[in-house]
């Protein structure tokens, strides 16, 4: 079970961390990833970290968003910042690997936590 918190309504310009505890699998062998989907459109891939939180790769080169893990209390993390309208979102934590063009099954999804980024 993976379980997201920590979304909200912030303005453009602000940050926000959000939170995913997992629960029922061995946390630290999995690779976990953040997802997320903007109303209208398809579920878009934006970061992974491996099993050790030693590595990770993001979609958005930039670097706005950070991921990280705690594997002591089972928990993955994504740090925003400098947020956009356009990253206005349903976020989804997900047990697996991802890229941009391949996304863990929906059953390895969590329930999502809502971000919205407007003044």
């Known amino acids: 079970q993976l379980v997201e918190s920590g979304g909200g309504l912030v303005q453009p310009g602000g940050s926000l961390t959000l939170s995913c505890v997992a629960s029922?699998?061995?946390?630290?062998?999995?690779?976990m990833s953040w997802v997320r989907q903007a109303p209208g459109k398809g579920p878009e891939w934006i970061s992974t970290?491996?099993?050790?939180?030693?590595?990770a790769r993001y979609a958005e080169p930039v670097g706005r968003f950070k991921i990280s893990r705690n594997n002591a209390n089972n928990t993955l993390y994504l740090q925003m910042n400098n947020l956009r309208p356009d990253d206005t979102a349903l976020y989804y934590c997900?047990?697996?690997?991802?890229?941009?063009?391949?996304?863990?099954?929906?059953?390895?999804w969590g329930q999502g936590t809502q971000v919205t980024v407007s003044s």
């Open positions: 997900a047990k697996g690997t991802a890229t941009k063009t391949s996304l863990p099954r929906r059953s390895d």
């Open positions: 029922g699998f061995t946390f630290n062998t999995f690779y």
């Open positions: 970290i491996n099993p050790v939180g030693n590595g």
